[in-house]
């Protein structure tokens, strides 16, 4: 989509995708090494009773599905900010996450583009926010 066709409270739905225990833990073997991600044993015995998907692992799967959607083809140019982070609740391996996104903000630039804002809001199948975030990208006209 080009900048022109986005408008502000515009909503998208992504398509759903499971996280297994390998999926998380083999994602934080090589990006967040931190026990509750990896150690099942130990894991169980803190605050969330067993192996959590890290909150980058998490982020991560809501701008693929995002991008996985299309919307922002060949016109998107660079992401310029991710604002407003929240790791809400934790991800289990399991459960089934998909990704809300609305346009909160369009900005026209010079050089025929214009910087579009959206906000993911990302649930896991108990329909429970698990994950938000403000993603800004420079998009041609």
Known sequence: MKFNDFFVGQTFITKSLELTKEDITSFATEFDPQYMHLDEEKAKKGRFNGIIASGI?????????WIETGSYGDDVIAGTAFNNIKFIKPVYPGDVLYTK??????????????????????????????????????VKK
Request: proline share 0%; net charge negative; charged share 30%.
């Open 101 to 138: 996104v609305k346009v909160i903000d369009v900005e026209e630039k010079r050089n025929e583009t214009g910087l579009v804002t959206v906000k993911f809001s990302t649930f896991n199948s108990k329909e429970e926010l698990v994950f938000e975030g403000d993603l800004t990208v420079l």
């Open 57 to 65: 692992q998490t982020l991560a799967v809501s701008f693929k599905l």
